[in-house]
């Protein structure tokens, strides 16, 4: 079960693929216009009603972009996500009504755990960022960095706080509902979460995040989750765009939103231009678009595939895209929009496989340029890039969630104690 963007379902059909390989029989719940993701995985698919591309290329969505800092664009969305969770709790109900296990996705953990106690199912966390509380690193969803250990841990504790108040509607109708005795104080679901030593696997690997020395046993990091893919070739025009010259860089801003796509295109091919370099610019929901000889404009395309033939590539540092760019080996130009990606973007620069980062709201031809100019040319960003990848390839996530999924409780007091063997 998940919501959210494509970065927040994509990994988790390769999962479920995998899982399926193993046996199981695996339900993605997620929005209806991700259906197509599953198409050949062996994965079934529960639809849930809310678009979230309309939701923010409405009114509401829009103002997002009014917001400049962290905390402020996090408190815009909480309120839009706070009014959207009642529509979808039927059907995450009813979905899991007809499972054994709930696997959880950070972005509806609150809702689906209570869901897992009210039918006495086994559940387990599958998060796609560290966002349990830690002294070694800022709240992800705040831009990270770092406030020091204190505040750190603090503002990790305030941020799932208000994650849970998202969600804070409707749980008390929900418990109700399923026969669960009322809670009257806020933050006791997370507390008991973290109490009963709630198990929760983290997709990213332990070479771009390691696992912080002060997280309980329960939590652990396996390493990538990689989408289903079950396309082998390119688009035959993408195909001779890429073999008609130098290897381009590839920019796309994946699930974001900007207010103005057509400047913001303008200026990403000025920069590219400057920087002597082809581009392949993905449309995305950003609306980008770029015309010439040596600039091609393209739909949704597996980075699996077009990635390694990069010289590098430009994004949002989304958790998936970031994931996607360290496994092909190239060197990244960070452009953070908001939420988590300032945290990836520093984990990029850190790890020295991407020069600098340039924030959406600083980026000109200028400053994407320069950026450029010392990702591309200079051999240790590219040599560091394809040996982190190399090592990153060889995680093996799916096997580890497989295998957290095997040793789930079967049967004893509050299971079902079917057997979970063919699911």
């Known amino acids: 079960m998940t919501v959210g963007s494509r970065g927040d379902v994509a990994p988790f059909t390769g999962l479920g693929h995998g899982l399926v390989r193993a046996g199981h029989q695996v339900t993605l719940v997620t929005h209806a216009r991700f259906a197509p993701l599953v198409a050949g995985s062996g994965v079934d698919f529960h639809a849930l009603p809310v678009d979230p591309r309309a939701e923010l290329e409405s009114e509401r969505g829009r103002g997002l972009h009014r917001s400049t800092t962290g905390p402020g664009k996090l408190l815009r969305v909480a309120r839009m996500a706070r009014s959207l969770v009642g529509r979808m709790t039927d059907d995450l109900l009813t979905a899991a009504r007809a499972s054994d296990v709930l696997l959880l996705s950070a972005s509806v953990a609150p809702l689906g755990h209570t869901i897992a106690e009210g039918l006495s199912l086994p559940s387990l966390g599958l998060y796609l960022q560290p966002v349990s509380p830690t002294r070694e690193f800022a709240p992800p969803l705040l831009g990270g960095g770092s406030w020091g250990a204190v505040g750190n841990r603090l503002a990790g504790h305030g941020v799932g706080m208000a994650v849970e108040q998202i969600f804070a509607p409707v749980v008390p109708a929900l418990r109700a509902r399923l026969g669960l005795p009322a809670v009257r104080r806020p933050g006791t679901g997370l507390r008991g979460r973290h109490r009963h030593g709630w198990p929760v696997l983290h997709g990213f690997s332990p070479l771009v995040v390691p696992r912080p020395r002060d997280w309980r046993a329960e939590l652990d990091v396996t390493g990538y989750w990689w989408p289903y893919d079950r396309e082998t070739r390119l688009p035959s025009a993408l195909r001779e765009f890429l073999d008609a010259g130098p290897p381009p860089v590839f920019v796309g801003l994946g699930s974001a939103t900007v207010p103005d796509p057509r400047t913001l295109s303008s200026e990403i091919v000025r920069a590219l231009r400057r920087a002597g370099l082809r ?145």
């Open 279 to 423: 581009g392949v610019i993905q449309r995305g929901w950003a609306g980008l678009a770029a015309d010439g000889e040596d600039m091609l404009t393209v739909d949704d395309v597996p980075h699996a595939l077009l990635f390694p033939e990069t010289a590098a590539v430009v994004h949002h540092c989304g958790a998936g895209t970031t994931a996607a760019g360290v496994r092909a080996g190239v060197p990244a130009v960070p452009v953070p929009i908001q939420f988590d990606e300032t945290f990836w973007a520093d984990r990029l620069v850190g790890l020295r496989v991407a020069p600098r980062s340039v924030p959406l709201r600083r980026l000109t031809a200028d400053t994407l340029a320069e950026a450029l100019r010392r990702a591309t040319p200079d051999p240790g960003h590219r040599e560091r890039a394809r040996a982190l990848g190399a090592r990153v390839r060889e995680e093996d996530g799916v096997g580890r969630v497989v295998e957290a999924v095997r040793r789930l409780p079967r049967d004893g007091p509050g299971r079902h104690g079917r057997d979970m063997s063919a699911k």
